[in-house]
């Protein structure tokens, strides 16, 4: 997948969410999954209210991290998708 890194945008005056991407993938056979992908290094993650409802031992598993840009500026990353069989 390719995709830019999204900006952050304001929920409440006091709730702004970090930059992140959707997810919700389904497949016969398998248990529909929705998550978000944060990135790594972001201010915002740390008082982001979702994320910080995820047990704090699960959160690195919604982070990816992004290396170091390319000849064209293009950062890479891999963020894994695990669906549970029904």
Do not use: C
């Amino acid at each position: 997948m390719r995709t830019i890194v999204p900006g952050a945008y304001s929920v409440t005056k006091e709730w702004t969410r970090p930059p992140h991407v959707h997810f919700k993938v389904a497949r016969r056979g398998y248990r529909e999954l929705v998550t978000q992908m944060y990135f790594h290094g972001e201010p915002l993650n740390g008082i982001d209210k979702l994320l910080l409802d995820v047990p704090e031992a699960d959160r690195a598993q919604l982070i990816a991290v992004l290396g170091a840009a390319d000849a064209a500026g293009v950062r890479a990353g891999r963020f894994n998708l695990v669906m549970a069989k029904v």
